[in-house]
């Protein structure tokens, strides 16, 4: 295991000379936002250009572009909320359902109804598909309302607990009311919508139909949903924006995220100090435990976990506040996963868990776009690397995985066996503690498996675990 000393200066070098502004974490973090709507890469980011240049054709003053920039970014951070729910109502995976339900005008009720009958229980037997749209036809209006109050609510939620006033905050909360009164969750009609909250579902529409290159598509359906959808003043705006070329070229770019920080108005930008990447970490940390009910809480407890057991070990208080952050996004790969294998009941397949340890590949992915994560992709990706070799995504040996990792690992073993499981129950700290001495030496670095055990049971003076452990020899 490398010395205490070498992974301390390993950190602070990689702090040397460098600053980050806030809106690079947050905008690098909606790639994992579109992964669990669905959405192809830079969504959020497209969103926010489309919206941006409309609040400027607006003159809006620079604190309310600056909501507005924020407002769209994080239009989604709710969306895992309601992906169980999804999976389900629809028995079918709830990626692909969002990503289908975006094009849908809920005002049309063929649209509707062509949804409901392609999207419910695909692959199922028929019998269960008819059960499942019959459900759907009888309480309809009320699930769709559940649902979007939950990924609203949350939403705003979410922003509010990142550290952002309450204006982006309603922004988010109002992302899906309709000009017309018929959105959801509230029914709010025309200016009692914010403003915030009209542009960036404009926006949102515009990119979902613009995408695949054919802006003549998008300009088309916004003006469509002219006062049903959308606020009339707004669709004018847009017709004159969407004549810019340069906007087209842009939201196609290789520079896109570029293009997108240069938009956010200067005077407001914040730098990315320690206190905002553990509110941003923490936040995002809560997002992905939202994807599922069986991981509620996991990646609080995880980041947690790894803090108290980094001050065991003697780690700086800024290198245990770096791990934390690793605990609390370890599992981000997540929401790119489907709820049909997360919440399925029953043993996976070869193939479903092949799918799943994409997870840990997907969360290197994510965050080693964002620079102040960079070095922390490697360490919260390789969680389910093993000492022996035997683990993923890479299979490395022991002289390959950082002490910070090794952390991580044990965190989130521990906390895994006493959760609750679709296909068990949550087993007890002395079982999951026994379960875990069998894997010392072989996936687990036995120094720091002592120090969390020591820790456990001076948090959890009932546990039986030192009975057990004197009489097995073990400790």
């Not at 409309?54 to 951070?77: F, R, T, V």
């Not at 995985?401 to 073993?413: G, H, L, Q, V």
């Amino acid at each position: 295991m490398e010395d205490l000393e070498e992974a301390e200066s390993r950190l602070e070098k990689f702090g040397e000379g460098k600053s980050f502004r806030f809106s690079e974490v947050v905008a690098s973090f909606t790639y994992a936002l579109d992964m669990t709507e669905g959405q192809p890469p830079g969504h959020c980011l497209r969103s926010c250009r489309i919206g941006m240049e409309i609040g400027q054709h607006l003159n809006l003053p620079s604190q309310e572009l600056w909501n507005l920039y924020y407002a769209i970014l994080l239009k989604d951070a709710g969306c895992s909320s309601n992906a169980a729910r999804l999976f389900e109502l629809y028995s079918a995976d709830d990626r692909t359902t969002k990503r289908n339900f975006k094009t849908v005008d809920t005002d049309s009720l063929l649209q509707v109804a062509k949804f409901v009958f392609t999207n419910t229980a695909m692959g199922h037997p028929l019998r269960e598909k008819i059960g499942k749209i019959i459900h759907l036809a009888r309480h309809g209006e009320d699930l769709a309302t559940e649902m979007f109050l939950a990924r609203c609510e949350r939403g705003a939620h979410i922003a509010t607990e990142m550290g952002f006033n309450d204006d982006i905050a309603h922004g988010i909360r109002c992302l899906d009311e309709h000009w017309n009164g018929k959105g959801r969750p509230r029914g709010l009609k025309q200016e009692e919508i914010p403003l915030l909250s009209r542009i960036a579902l404009l926006s949102q529409v515009a990119d979902v139909f613009s995408f695949d290159g054919t802006p003549e598509r998008a300009i088309e359906e916004i003006r469509k949903r002219r006062g049903t959808w959308f606020d009339p003043a707004l669709v004018d705006i847009f017709d004159r924006v969407s004549r810019n070329l340069l906007l087209w070229e842009d939201l196609s770019s290789p520079n896109l995220e570029n293009s997108v920080m240069e938009m956010e108005p200067l005077e407001y930008s914040r730098p990315a100090d320690d206190d905002r990447l553990d509110r941003v970490s923490r936040a995002f940390g809560k997002i992905i435990d939202a994807k599922s009910p069986y991981t509620y809480g996991h990646s609080q407890r995880v980041g947690d976990f790894t803090y108290a057991v980094s001050k065991e070990l003697g780690l700086s208080e800024a290198h245990c506040r770096w791990v934390r952050r690793g605990g609390f996004l370890h599992d981000v790969g997540k929401l790119g996963i489907s709820n049909t294998i997360l919440d399925k009941p029953g043993r996976l397949s070869g193939e479903e868990y092949e799918m799943v340890k994409n997870h840990a590949r997907y969360t290197e992915e994510i965050l080693i776009r964002i620079g102040v994560f960079r070095q922390l992709s490697f360490i919260a990706g390789a969680h389910h690397e093993r000492l022996d070799g035997g683990g993923y995504p890479r299979g490395l040996q022991a002289e390959k995985i950082p002490i910070e990792t090794r952390i991580i690992t044990i965190a989130d073993i521990f906390d895994a066996l006493t959760e609750e499981r679709p296909y068990r129950k949550a087993l007890s700290d002395e079982q999951a503690f026994s379960i875990m001495e069998d894997m010392r030496h072989k996936a687990l670095d036995s120094r720091i498996l002592d120090l969390f055990l020591d820790w456990r049971k001076k948090r959890n003076p009932s546990s039986e675990m030192s009975s057990i452990a004197e009489s097995s020899g073990k400790l």
